[in-house]
């Protein structure tokens, strides 16, 4: 009986991993094409102003996750439901506030460079780009619980479906002259589309578990029995 539990896991597993490697198969050359055409339409100058913006808020994202994820999908055994909802709630609300402290800081950010135009067009991306760590957050959980569950295929078509949708949005909106928002406008909308999709694919309800926990009140000793596990 055990072996062939350990067969069936095995495929599962190989299964999963061919699935995954059909989708970067996918959104590898179509990423390829993306950047071919914004290097075509695009100064280096907007480049350079994307990348500043954006690693501000790559760091918001590494401190607001702190390696939970992470830990959650590694944890060897059943994880409580306690600590599903102590994890998300933890994230959507460091997430939240790092993003209004982003939001507000973003003139103050865009400080370090000299020049003015600059100064304002990073400082307009940071504003823009400020949602993005709740929305990484938003998904983490649904993300979790998709990978514990071994449901490969269905992850693999959210990373297809979310690839190509928000480049053929990059691409649309550099063909409309965005310039370097283009790149801000096509992540949001891929995260906010790739949030939806690991919902709808997860047996966990994310609106369904926040009610309960504001209901019961968030229990902050949940996240310590689990551990804080930073990266």
């Known amino acids: 009986m ?13 299964s999963g991993a061919g699935a995954l490697y059909f989708a970067q198969l996918i959104n590898f050359p179509l990423g390829i094409l993306t950047n071919l055409l914004a290097v ?20 918001g994202s590494f401190f607001s996750d702190g390696g939970c994820v992470t830990a959650l ?35 103050e ?14 400082a307009s991306l940071i504003r823009v780009q400020a949602v993005v760590p709740f929305l990484i957050a938003l998904s983490s959980v649904p993300l979790i619980q998709v990978e514990r569950s071994l449901k490969y ?16 949005l990059l691409m649309a909106l550099l063909l409309l002259h965005f310039e370097s928002m283009s790149y801000a406008y096509s992540r949001i909308a891929g995260l906010l589309l790739n949030a939806i999709l690991l919902a709808v694919c997860s047996p966990w309800r994310p609106l369904e578990l926040l009610r309960r926990a504001v209901q019961q009140g968030w229990r902050g000793a949940s996240l310590l029995r ?6």
């Open 73 to 107: 999908i590694r944890r060897p055994g059943k994880v409580e439901e306690d600590d599903f909802v102590a994890v998300w709630v933890y994230q959507l609300s460091v997430s939240a506030a790092l993003g209004m402290l982003f939001f507000f800081a973003a003139s």
């Open 226 to 231: 689990f551990g804080y596990a930073v990266q």
């Open 109 to 122: 950010i865009s400080n370090f460079f000299s020049d003015l135009a600059t100064r304002s067009a990073i």
């Open 40 to 59: 075509r339409l695009l100064l280096s100058a907007d480049f350079g102003v994307f990348v500043a913006a954006t690693l501000a808020i790559t760091l």
């Open 2 to 14: 055990r072996s062939e539990d350990s067969t069936s896991f095995g495929r599962r597993l190989l």
């Open 153 to 168: 295929r269905q992850l693999a078509g959210v990373f297809v479906t979310v690839g190509v949708l928000e480049r053929l």
